[in-house]
């Protein structure tokens, strides 16, 4: 399993497409460096780790990709700053006039669109009738080349890409040619392993570090004598006698809030194991009938959108 928990820098982009704040990370273009991703460049502070940061979290199933482009590369030197350009396929000159085959469609005389104007009337060369609608008098008939350096004509170039930064041309035997991709969340990835990637061990580390005894994901038996499972908890004492019992569940929005439905469900289950304190940490936002009711049920809400928000919420919290 990939570390995710250990990467700070995926925590980082984990945190800005779970806050909404980037939906689909799409490269952008510069003619120097290519296709780049500005952001990760930014997270890593390093552009030459890019490539692999993102696709190893794309092996580990965090991104998904969709095809962006694809890039045609210099074989000479490696730059992808490359025009297209289309040939002659006699001289292989890339001198050539593109122009439009016109039919009359009365008399059936097809010609270049040139030789059908005169000034600005379209008038058939061979019966002279002037010719006023497109697709009832006349109609485009294909595409037409002729060659300015060999004056051959032909209706399919061929094609050959300049390099703008070498000056080398290069066939599309010679180059080659490499995906790019926008990335967005998986969609696999599931809230649950999600929370728990990006939420749960740095709150876990929290509480250590503040002395408590932490469990994760763990199970409490009730005074009704049922099982109650909450994503942390944390106690002081030892596991015999507890102190100081706090339970923490994480809620995560498929759109931009979370609804009161977990806070209720926590309700039910703090009522029945009766903790000194309850959390419930909304990722990002918890709607207000949601807070309304925690406070109710006098249950501590947290909204979050990183890590680091969450464990300064409940040092704060746990002050009081
Ligand atoms: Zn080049
Ligand atoms: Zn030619
Ligand atoms: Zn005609």
Not at 75 to 81: F, H, L, Q, V
């Amino acid at each position: 399993m990939f570390e995710l928990d250990q990467d700070r820098n995926s925590q980082v982009l984990l945190s800005k497409f779970l806050s909404g704040e980037i939906k689909t990370l799409e490269p952008v273009y510069d003619s120097q460096g290519g296709y780049r991703y500005p952001l990760i460049e930014e997270i890593l502070g390093d552009a030459s780790q890019v490539n692999s940061f993102l696709s190893k979290l794309f092996d580990a199933g965090i991104l998904e990709k969709t095809l962006f482009d694809k890039v045609i590369i210099c074989p000479k030197c490696n730059s992808t700053n490359i025009s297209f350009r289309y040939c002659c396929p006699f001289c292989k000159s890339f001198d050539i006039q593109k122009s439009s085959l016109v039919e009359h469609v009365k008399c059936g005389y097809m010609d270049l669109e040139k030789n059908f104007r005169q000034g600005d009337k379209y008038v058939c060369p061979k019966c002279h009738e002037e010719m006023r609608k497109i697709d009832v008098d006349y109609r485009k008939a294909g595409v037409w080349c002729t060659c300015i350096n060999c004056s051959k004509s032909f209706d399919i170039p061929v094609s050959e890409h300049f390099c703008r930064n070498c000056n080398a041309t290069s066939t599309f035997e010679e180059a080659s040619i490499k995906e790019v991709y926008s990335y967005t969340l998986s969609k696999d990835v599931k809230a649950d392993s999600l929370q728990s990637l990006f939420l749960i061990t740095p709150i876990q580390e929290f509480f250590v570090k503040e002395g408590f005894t932490v469990m994760s994901p763990a199970s409490l038996k009730g005074k009704s004598g049922a099982k109650h499972s909450f994503d942390i908890i944390a106690h002081k004492g030892d596991v015999d006698n507890p102190q100081g019992m706090i339970v923490v569940d994480l809620a995560t929005s498929t759109g931009d809030v979370v609804s009161e439905q977990p806070v209720i469900a926590l309700f039910a289950k703090v009522f029945d194991v009766s903790p000194e304190k309850a959390y419930l940490i909304a990722i990002p936002k918890l709607n207000e009938n949601g807070k309304r009711m925690a406070e109710l049920y006098n249950i501590h809400t947290i909204e979050v959108e990183n890590p680091k928000e969450a464990t300064n919420a409940l040092k704060e919290s746990l002050k009081k």
